[in-house]
């Protein structure tokens, strides 16, 4: 099988489960926006390895492959399997909520804003903190007109809470002071 299939060469697409539509369409827009999310977590993965954050952000990209999958298929029958493989549920948004209470146990409460920065891979995922911003903002417009499931973007914003708090455990673990406003 090529990789390249010509088929998107007059700036249409083809949706998961059928159907085409032009690259600039919202459901493009908001499934675009959780890959490049995806992909910059696989960056910050990458950069400065810390296991206690890596752990916690690989699943996380396998649950974005599927909510991507999710926003690219036009389909309810299955959009609900895609749900379904990709464990988006009350008990996955639930993980994410004890894996933000876990990182605020070792960290120093808010007082006041962070600047992001601080270590490589906090400044790395500081990025993919807004990156996921966006995405729940293209989610959130591509539901405008489209049918979604409400828990995708309870993940998105469930998601970039815990990627704020993942950026300031990598400063802290890595032995760098936040710098507040």
């Given at each position: 099988m090529k990789i390249y299939t010509k088929t998107g060469d007059k700036g249409e697409t083809g949706l998961f489960g059928g159907g085409r539509v032009p690259k600039d369409h919202p459901r493009v827009?908001?499934?675009?926006?959780?890959?490049?999310?995806?992909?910059?977590?696989?960056?910050?993965?990458?950069?400065?390895?810390?296991?206690?954050?890596d752990d916690v952000l690989l699943p996380i990209q396998r649950d974005l492959l599927a909510v991507?999958?999710?926003?690219?298929?036009?389909?309810?029958?299955?959009?609900r399997e895609h749900l379904t493989k990709a464990r988006i549920d009350e008990r996955r948004i639930r993980e994410?909520?004890?894996?933000?209470?876990?990182?605020?146990?070792?960290?120093?409460?808010?007082?006041?804003f962070i600047i992001p920065g601080g270590s490589q891979k906090a400044a790395t995922l500081h990025v993919c903190r807004t990156v996921c911003r966006r995405a729940e903002r293209a989610v959130v417009a591509m539901e405008e007109s489209e049918a979604i499931p409400e828990l995708a973007i309870v993940y998105l914003n469930r998601l970039s809470d815990l990627l704020f708090t993942l950026a300031r455990l990598a400063s802290r673990q890595a032995g760098v002071v936040e710098e507040t406003w």
């Open positions: 827009a908001a499934y675009g926006e959780v890959d490049e999310l995806n992909s910059f977590l696989g960056l910050a993965r990458a950069t400065e390895p810390m296991p206690r954050v991507g999958a999710l926003l690219a298929t036009p389909n309810p029958a299955k959009m994410l909520e004890q894996a933000i209470d876990a990182c605020d146990l070792e960290l120093e409460p808010l007082k006041a």
